[in-house]
């Protein structure tokens, strides 16, 4: 089957890795269940529409083993999991049978990790990933496979499995772990792979809304584990992303799990942050970033909003700098000239005390945050007093 074209032709829409790993699975079923039957395309039914799927690979490997691949080709959104193979493996077991795989002292582990209905037991394998915090839809010690493909999963292969028989399935990602890395899931505390995800089976070109959800279960897993009193929510520490947190680490007496990573999205998180009843925390992130919210700014991406030079030469001004030296911040290209240049007139403290005490009025006036704002460099030196 050449899949070449698939790969370079870009969809308005995509599917999601719970309709690949659904379509997959009947794949393997129907393989089984017609041996002779030729599998290169299944109709899936998913909560959005019947969704005809192409399936890469389909081979018996025993009587009453199948296993089939599906790939999630390009489509337009920037998608880190874009030609990824989903692959299931599906097993016919008797149903006397699945009670001495329940009761065999090996397999209590497998059962336990997978998730059980009626006539389906799905778990996960390579590159699918573990679940080991609290807070997300699925339980600690579960295969990252969400609520709705494993609904999915099961209503596109119930009605398919023989009368006295249990299909066990297995989904695994080959280059799931990698892939995995450049999403949130080693953040959200999911090791080991991907998630298998999906609300409506198809994914449309709406990454911005992806990512907030992602941005978003970080609140969860800290909403739980203030639960459980592993730490109090005044103690969470907001930062823009990668940058920020690995400086808080380094700087701030906190773990990971103390720290919540905003993207550019900071008035989003603010408000979800409020919702949650997290109403005082601390702001702590480089300057270049931060500074746009004492503007009013509360989507950072330079695209969206900028204002930095302006920003900082209006307080600048208001604490007495002469016109030339608001003349030259204005100029300057990065955040990093302009506090040198606040420097060599010994004024950078006082402007940079009065931008963080402007980004806590802001946020109180808009979100009603009481903040404490902590303003760094590349290098994690602290440019303002606390306040």
Same mark, same amino acid.
């Given at each position: 089957?050449n899949?070449?074209?698939?790969?370079?032709?870009?969809?308005?829409?995509?599917?999601?890795?719970?309709?690949?790993?659904?379509?997959?699975?009947?794949?393997?079923?129907?393989?089984?269940?017609?041996?002779?039957?030729n599998?290169?395309?299944?109709?899936?039914?998913?909560?959005?529409?019947?969704?005809?799927?192409?399936?890469?690979s389909?081979?018996?490997?025993?009587?009453?083993?199948?296993?089939?691949?599906?790939?999630?080709?390009?489509?337009?959104?920037?998608?880190?999991?874009?030609?990824?193979?989903?692959?299931?493996?599906?097993?016919?077991?008797?149903?006397?049978?699945?009670?001495?795989l329940? *009761?065999?002292?090996?397999?209590?582990? !497998?059962? +336990?990790?997978?998730?059980? &209905? @009626?006539? %389906? =037991?799905?778990? /996960?394998?390579?590159?699918?990933?573990?679940?080991?915090?609290?807070?997300?839809?699925?339980?600690?010690?579960?295969?990252?496979?969400?609520?709705?493909?494993?609904?999915?999963?099961?209503?596109?292969?119930?009605?398919?499995?023989?009368k006295?028989?249990?299909?066990?399935?297995?989904?695994?990602?080959?280059?799931?772990?990698?892939?995995?890395?450049?999403?949130?899931?080693?953040?959200?505390?999911?090791?080991?792979?991907?998630?298998?995800?999906?609300?409506?089976?198809?994914?449309?070109?709406?990454?911005?809304?992806?990512?907030?959800?992602?941005?978003?279960?970080?609140?969860?897993?800290?909403?739980?584990?203030?639960?459980?009193?592993?730490?109090?929510?005044?103690?969470?520490?907001?930062?823009?992303? *990668?940058?920020?947190?690995?400086?808080? !680490?380094? +700087?701030?007496?906190?773990? &990971? @799990?103390? %720290? =919540?990573?905003? /993207?550019?999205y900071?008035?989003?998180?603010?408000?979800?942050?409020?919702?949650?009843?997290?109403?005082?925390?601390?702001?702590?992130g480089?300057?270049?970033?931060l500074?746009?919210?004492?503007?009013?700014?509360?989507?950072?991406?330079?695209?969206?909003?900028?204002?930095?030079?302006e920003?900082?030469?209006?307080?600048a001004?208001?604490?007495?700098?002469?016109?030339?030296?608001?003349?030259?911040?204005?100029?300057?290209?990065?955040?990093?000239?302009?506090i040198?240049?606040?420097?060599?007139?010994?004024?950078?403290?006082?402007?940079?005390?009065?931008?963080?005490?402007?980004?806590?009025?802001?946020?109180?006036?808009?979100?009603?945050?009481?903040?404490?704002?902590?303003?760094?460099?590349?290098?994690? *030196?602290?440019?303002?007093?606390?306040?």
């Amino acid at each position: 089957m050449n899949n070449n074209n698939f790969k370079e032709f870009q969809r308005p829409y995509g599917l999601t890795t719970g309709t690949l790993a659904t379509a997959a699975s009947l794949a393997s079923l129907k393989k089984i269940l017609n041996p002779n039957e030729n599998q290169d395309f299944v109709e899936v039914k998913s909560p959005f529409d019947e969704i005809q799927v192409e399936i890469e690979s389909c081979d018996l490997i025993d009587e009453n083993i199948a296993k089939s691949s599906a790939i999630k080709y390009p489509y337009n959104d920037p998608d880190v999991t874009v030609n990824l193979a989903i692959v299931s493996s599906v097993e016919l077991i008797d149903n006397n049978g699945s009670e001495n795989l329940i *009761n065999n002292k090996n397999s209590k582990k !497998l059962i +336990n990790n997978a998730n059980t &209905k @009626d006539n %389906i =037991i799905i778990e /996960g394998s390579s590159g699918v990933g573990i679940i080991t915090k609290p807070g997300l839809q699925i339980p600690v010690g579960k295969p990252a496979i969400n609520p709705v493909p494993l609904v999915m999963i099961e209503e596109n292969l119930k009605n398919l499995v023989p009368k006295g028989k249990i299909a066990k399935i297995t989904i695994s990602a080959p280059d799931g772990e990698k892939v995995a890395k450049k999403t949130m899931n080693p953040k959200l505390g999911i090791i080991g792979g991907i998630s298998i995800l999906g609300t409506t089976g198809i994914a449309r070109a709406m990454s911005n809304k992806a990512y907030k959800d992602s941005l978003l279960c970080q609140l969860d897993i800290a909403i739980a584990m203030v639960g459980e009193g592993i730490f109090d929510k005044s103690s969470l520490v907001f930062v823009p992303g *990668n940058i920020g947190e690995n400086l808080a !680490l380094k +700087n701030l007496d906190i773990e &990971k @799990d103390q %720290i =919540i990573q905003m /993207g550019n999205y900071i008035g989003f998180m603010f408000e979800e942050a409020k919702k949650r009843g997290i109403n005082n925390f601390a702001l702590f992130g480089h300057i270049g970033k931060l500074v746009k919210v004492a503007g009013g700014i509360f989507n950072t991406k330079h695209s969206v909003g900028d204002g930095r030079r302006e920003i900082i030469a209006t307080h600048a001004g208001l604490c007495g700098a002469e016109r030339e030296t608001i003349q030259a911040i204005f100029n300057s290209k990065t955040t990093e000239e302009m506090i040198n240049i606040l420097r060599e007139i010994n004024i950078d403290e006082e402007v940079l005390n009065s931008i963080a005490s402007n980004i806590k009025k802001r946020c109180l006036e808009r979100f009603d945050l009481d903040i404490n704002v902590i303003l760094v460099d590349m290098d994690g *030196n602290q440019l303002n007093s606390e306040i």
